[in-house]
């Protein structure tokens, strides 16, 4: 009986629980629904297809629509961007619920507007812009946008920001941009060099947009003053206007610009030379060129310049080169002359003087005057004489001596000429056949000219160009109401080009130059071609005439910053003319009588070296080979 009372009572206690934990499964089963259907409410730009597929995976027909699977929705709607709010609602359906979704779309942007851009329009802007009119209002896209402006600025090498992004409840969207401008510039590192000579050659402002290659060009006219090892810039903020101002501060590194060398060299045509050279390229710390040269032993030249780069507030410049120089000097003739010695010495003494204004910032006109006195030696050289009133020599010369099958002799010693004791015609006697002529090659006397000339100039560095080029025309004008005692006129003119062959350690580097000569024009005044500045891989002044045309072509490769290795073509000559001698009559023809080019290849160093960069190249021509010993580059 008590047991039997015991399983009631405990029969009684489960039931409840039972009925409790069967009411339980009905509320989970009826918080999760199945979903029957999908809608979108509110969208007007947005598909509702777009909308659904971008939660499809969360929300899919015959899933339960649980909390979790409506939070998922939202966010992965939100994150869209193109809506303000998102709303997730289940209506009972007759198999589930019906999933509703609703949206309410972000405005739409009616027009973009810059503003505070002076130097870059609105449609370079725009194009580097991500939001156009018609997209939602997006606040990621615009921040990647203040971005872009900012970056596109950067671009074009000029320093802005967008200081503000106001967004109108119509749809208009305005970024304010603020552009930099140079507050103060400052030159640093300044030790012996006075302020003026960097700051003359400035062309920035306070007050003007700052612009990066604006600034690289006056790092690149600061370097090229050749006074300064390095120069580099810094921008600083400003400190009037912190944010739209801002401090370049140029920095140079001033270099050793004092120079004293003796050097001693030998050549076939000077023979030993003794050289002492003074030099100082920042004369008084004003950026004065000023040098002394004396040669000694085997020519005795001295020679002293003097350059001053601004004479005025214009920019001209003036320059004054006083020598009293001998050189020896060679002329290979044409053949109606055949010459025993090609050699002759050159002596001038006097002054040149230049004027040079700038006329835009790569461009400059120059004014010129030389006056000089001029002597040289006998040229010894043979000449047949045939029969009948034949220009020619008939009399005696000076130091010829007469056989019955020619002439033979030194033909070099000196003496006073009379030319009007010497014959046109042989005379009873003479014989026909060679003459030996012992002919100076001009009276000498005075020489003075003016020179016109225009340079152009955009090559990137002076001393080691690897892009730009280099252009000047030339006209000078001999004549006797300038002072001297002969009449001519040469026209010159020259081209150089510079490019980088996929670096700067590889140049593509070319030189034309084209020359004419009109009237009385004495040979030492002629164009020659030949030798280390000219035509390599020939003899010093191989080619002499009144015309001149050549082509130089180098390929220059860096081994180190200290060490360049060169390959070249040249190509060229000098032709044309007759160079007479004080004997009537008697003119010396230039070897070429027309272009007749000649070529010289070879392969060089360029060494930099404490003294300047020294140049040896090794070229091979029509005669051989010939090894060059100079300074620099050729051009």
Known sequence: MNDSRTRIALLAAIVPVLCAMASSHVVWAQEEPLIAALRVEGNDYISAEAIIAEVSDVLKIGAPFTARAREE???????????????????????????????????????????????????????????????????????????????????????????DVQVS???????????????????EGLIRTKDEVVSRELELQAGELF??????????????????????????????????????????EEKRTGQFSVAAGYSNLDKFVLVLSLAENNFRGKGERASVDVELFGRTSYETKYFKPYVDSKGSSFSIRLFDTERSRRFVGGAAVTTSEDVFDERRTGVNMSL???????????????????????????????????PGVGGNLPGDHRTGDGLSGDGASGGNYDPGSISDTPGPGDMLGPILVAAPLHPGGRLASITLGRTMDSRDLLANPTSGGYTDISLELAHKLVGGEVQFQKLTAERRMYRTLGSPKQILAARLMLGAAFGDLPLFESFSVGGSNTLRGYR????????????????????????????????????????????????????????????????????????????????????????????????
């Not at 208009?172 to 400052?186: G, P, S």
């Not at 604006?214 to 390095?230: A, D």
């Not at 400003?238 to 370049?248: A, F, H, T």
């Open 73 to 163: 929705a939202q966010r992965k709607l939100m994150r869209m961007g193109y809506f303000d709010t998102v709303a997730v609602d289940a209506q009972d359906a007759d198999t589930g619920v019906a999933v509703v979704i609703t949206v309410v779309e972000k405005k739409r942007i009616t027009r973009v507007e810059l503003v505070g851009n002076t130097v870059i329009t609105d449609a370079e802007l725009r194009e580097s812009m991500f939001i156009r009119e018609g997209h939602v209002i997006d606040d990621a896209a615009i921040r990647r946008d203040v971005g872009r402006i900012a970056d596109y600025y950067s671009q074009k090498g000029y320093l802005a920001e967008v200081t």
């Open 211 to 252: 612009q990066e290659q604006k600034i690289v060009e006056q790092i690149r006219r600061i370097y090229n003053l050749g006074m300064f090892e390095n120069v580099s810039s810094d921008i600083r903020p400003g400190v009037k206007d912190p944010e739209r101002g801002v401090i370049v501060a140029l920095q140079v």
């Open 540 to 635: 010093e002044d191989r080619f002499r005439g009144e015309k001149m045309a050549l082509l130089n072509v180098e390929y220059r490769r860096a081994i180190s910053d200290k060490l360049w290795a060169v390959g070249f073509v040249d190509v060229g000559s000098s032709f044309d003319g007759k160079f007479p001698t004080v004997i009537p009559g008697f003119s010396i023809p230039a070897e070429d009588s027309s272009l007749d080019p000649h070529v010289g290849a070879g392969v060089g160093l360029r060494v930099e070296t404490p003294i300047g960069p020294i140049r040896l190249d090794f070229g091979y021509g029509e005669d051989g080979s010939q090894a060059h010993f100079s300074f620099g580059h050729m051009f």
């Open 169 to 187: 409840q119509f749809g208009v969207v305005t970024f304010v941009i603020t552009e930099a401008r140079i507050e103060e510039v400052l030159i």
């Open 356 to 390: 040079s204004r700038p006329t835009g910032s790569q461009s400059r006109m120059t004014f010129g005057f030389r006056s000089e006195k001029v002597s040289s030696s006998f040229l010894q050289g043979t000449r047949l004489i045939g029969e009948g009133s034949i």
